[in-house]
């Protein structure tokens, strides 16, 4: 990579971590407004993670995301619109509102659809990678859960299973300091959530979760030990939840120095400082990409308002899948149509979480 | 051609379908290097590799979940479980993950987790579940329990082509059992998901029952036509989910009498939504009340007298028939 390439890739991290937390703000204020009827997550403090841990993959890599990681959807092309469509529950949106937040995926752009239940995601992405490995590719999984999630049996038996199997799989923890109301002193009894790789026998990695290179250093070794077939690594990104739970939790169990020191920290404005001391960032530069963050921002919103609510009739439509022939995802051809699993089979269109971000701006 | 057992009949389905297709494989617990607790998967190993026929950890958990992964990624993986029983420690991955995936996010699931499971072994109150009441409770997965070698093999080979999560029952009591040798087509078949099969002809009244129940339906029908000139319908339903509604009522409509007869406990167990469904539906038809036999309200005892007390047989079937036929 040269000067020029570099300089470029800052910048793009840099305008996802900017555009994660802009989309943030605006569900913020969606919510706040009375226009997402559900529980609204947000994660503002982990940029850095979820962008840089999502920044190290390419084409053909996974992503099995959970509720914190918008950076990582958007990164790997989940289009905003869509996103906005799941948050305000649209009849076109990814799940066609029968599910709500980062509750998404399409497997032919490598993401796994989350459910609720946390921890198990971890298996599953376990399954995406003994594909990956029987089909003799040199792709990975990156699949993330919080610190809560490890107490799960699912962290334990998805690591167990992925170390036994040699899987490329890399397990990110994001470690914000709390689940929910809990702590992390009653969560876990060791020092770093990292330590847990050695009982696995796989590497483990600790890293300030709020330093973006940093994140994607370590991530990046990760996922180089997994593409070059020596299985699994656990990474754990310090970090911590500088709101509350969910937009309706106060959150005062959190001790205010703490979240004040966290808050000191901000990973944007890291990024930020870093970048306008390597002269990278200047003023103008700064502008160019709010105003390209902005209207990415109003167009999805605006995309979505003008999107028709689900069809009441539809509720109980699509329990079950059409027969027909499946295809394997990766492989030449699984585009066709005539496999049931090329398209989403419910609306006959493409699966609609994916575009590039510069699409729907100048689709407006 | 040699008549095979019921538990060849399900290895000779997966082989067959492994030989078939490369995109499906089996995972679990002791399925590849000793061929699985009864020995279905036996010589897989040496035909298929350790990458199609995979001993996993002891993890119900890791077992379904990779199983979904690798469902989304286009595979058609079966999963063992080594009991039925153990089921529910993968739970969450079958009624959270894999039941809602198509619904919510329009990816197809062609997954089927199998195993052993019916009583009559004694096998004590955790080697003897029938767990198809959950599952048939559960939208976005189909349930099915084969009663006879030649549907074992045909629904099984229908299930691992279905492009939904399927959960294959297999009697374990039936595996080996000499009556149900049965010589097999040399030609590929399936038996249809969804698709209930008339075992024996009546117009007195009708027996709906699946699984193991249909073989003790059968002798108290056999039973009831010496002693009682009782003309029994037997209708093995084979798949719980998709209901076979037409043959059900379609029976009924001839015989408007019912008996519900199932391993499982009575307390919302599938008879109670048979009885429902026929209540609403053919309320004008029925000449007597719908009635079940099935276990107790209790769970699955060890000790043989007790095991015996709480199995539904052929003598409770025929003391009920007859108070049904009676009205
Ligand atoms: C298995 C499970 N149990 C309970 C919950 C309810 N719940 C939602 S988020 C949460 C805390 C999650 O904490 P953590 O894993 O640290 O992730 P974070 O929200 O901090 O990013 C809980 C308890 C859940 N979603 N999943
Ligand atoms: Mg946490």
Redesign the interface.
């Known amino acids: 990579m040269n000067e020029a390439e570099r300089a470029d890739l800052l910048l793009q991290i840099y305008y996802y971590m900017r555009l994660t937390r802009a989309m943030e703000d605006r569900t913020r204020t969606l919510f706040l407004q009375g226009r997402i009827v559900g529980g609204v997550y947000t994660a503002q403090g982990h940029e850095a993670t979820t962008v840089g841990a999502a920044m190290t993959l390419r084409d053909g890599d996974c992503i099995v995301p959970q509720h914190r990681d918008l950076g990582m959807h958007l990164v790997r092309g989940v289009s905003p619109r869509a996103v906005m469509c799941q948050w305000l529950a649209r009849g076109n949106a990814?799940?066609?509102g029968?599910?709500g937040q980062l509750?998404?995926?399409?497997?032919h752009h490598g993401v796994?659809?989350m459910?609720?239940?946390l921890g198990?995601?971890?298996?599953?992405?376990?399954?995406?990678?003994?594909?990956m490995?029987?089909r003799r590719r040199s792709t990975v999984v990156l699949a993330s859960c919080g610190d809560g999630a490890t107490s799960t049996?699912?962290f334990h038996?998805?690591l167990?299973?992925a170390a036994?199997?040699r899987l490329p799989v890399v397990f990110l923890i994001e470690n914000n300091g709390y689940a929910y109301s809990t702590p992390n002193a009653k969560q876990f009894a060791i020092e770093q959530l990292a330590q847990r790789a050695g009982a696995y026998g796989m590497p483990g990695e600790s890293v300030d979760g709020n330093d973006v290179l940093a994140v994607m250093e370590a991530v990046g070794r990760a996922v180089a030990h997994a593409r070059g077939g020596r299985g699994p690594t656990l990474v754990e990104c310090r970090t911590f939840r500088v709101r509350g739970h969910s937009e309706a939790d106060k959150a005062d169990y959190v001790p205010p120095a703490l979240r004040e020191e966290w808050l000191a920290r901000d990973p944007i404005k890291r990024f930020e400082d870093y970048l306008t001391a390597q002269g990278l960032l200047s003023a103008e530069r700064r502008r160019e990409i709010e105003a390209r963050v902005r209207a990415v921002v109003d167009d999805a919103v605006a995309f979505a308002e003008a999107s028709p609510p689900p069809d009441p009739a539809t509720v109980a439509d699509?329990?079950?899948?059409?027969?027909?022939p499946?295809?394997?995802?990766?492989e030449p051809g699984?585009a066709d149509p005539r496999?049931?699993?090329a398209l989403?089979?419910?609306?006959g269109r493409p699966?609609c979480t994916m575009s590039q971000v510069e699409e729907a701006v100048t689709q407006l | 051609m040699t008549a095979v057992t019921y538990l060849e009949a399900i290895s000779q389905a997966i082989r067959e379908e492994m030989r078939r297709d490369e995109?499906v494989?089996l995972l679990g617990e002791d399925v590849a290097t000793y061929g699985g607790a009864f020995k279905v998967s036996a010589g897989f190993l040496e035909e298929f590799g350790p990458?199609?026929v995979?001993d996993?950890?002891m993890?119900e958990?890791?077992i379904?979940?990779?199983?979904?992964?690798?469902?989304?990624?286009?595979?058609?993986?079966i999963a063992e479980m080594q009991y039925i029983d153990f089921i529910t420690c993968g739970f969450?991955?079958i009624v959270?993950?894999a039941c809602?995936?198509?619904?919510?996010?329009?990816?197809?699931?062609?997954l089927v987790i199998r195993g052993p499971a019916g009583g009559g072994t004694h096998g004590g109150p955790f080697h003897s579940a029938s767990p198809e009441a959950w599952f048939f409770h559960t939208?976005?997965i189909?349930v099915v329990m084969p009663a006879t070698t030649y549907d074992a093999k045909g629904l099984l080979k229908a299930a691992i082509r279905?492009?939904?999560p399927v959960l294959y029952l297999e009697h374990k009591l039936l595996y080996r059992l000499p009556e149900l040798r049965e010589e097999l087509p040399s030609e590929d078949y399936i038996v249809p998901l969804g698709k209930a099969i008339i075992r024996r002809h009546g117009r007195h009244m009708t027996m709906l029952t699946y699984g193991a129940m249909v073989h003790q339906c059968l002798k108290a029908a056999e039973q009831l036509a010496s002693e009682d000139g009782l003309a029994v319908e037997v209708v093995d339903l084979r798949s719980l989910t998709p209901l076979d509604r037409q043959t059900i009522k379609e029976s009924v409509m001839r015989t408007n009498k019912v008996l519900i007869v199932h391993e499982d406990t009575l307390t919302g167990g599938v008879g109670a939504e048979l009885a429902a469904l026929l209540a609403e539906e053919l309320f004008d038809y029925l000449d007597g009340p719908i009635m079940r036999v099935a276990a107790p309200d209790a769970p699955y005892p060890y000790a043989p007298p007790l095991e015996m007390a709480y199995l539904p047989g052929v003598e409770r079937i025929v003391a009920v028939a007859r108070q049904l036929a009676a009205y």
């Open positions: 990814p799940t066609l029968r599910d509750h998404i995926g399409d497997m796994v659809p459910i609720s239940m198990e995601s971890l298996p599953v992405a376990c399954g995406v990678a003994l594909v490995k029987m049996g699912a038996e998805a167990n299973f036994v199997q699509y329990v079950f899948a059409p027969d027909g499946i295809a394997i995802v990766g699984a496999y049931v699993n989403d089979t419910r609306t699966f | 995109s494989f990458e199609r995979i996993t950890p993890s958990t890791a379904i979940g990779s199983a979904v992964g690798a469902a989304l990624m286009g595979m058609r993986p969450d991955q959270n993950m809602k995936m198509y619904w919510r996010s329009g990816i197809p699931l062609p939208p976005g189909k279905d492009n939904n």
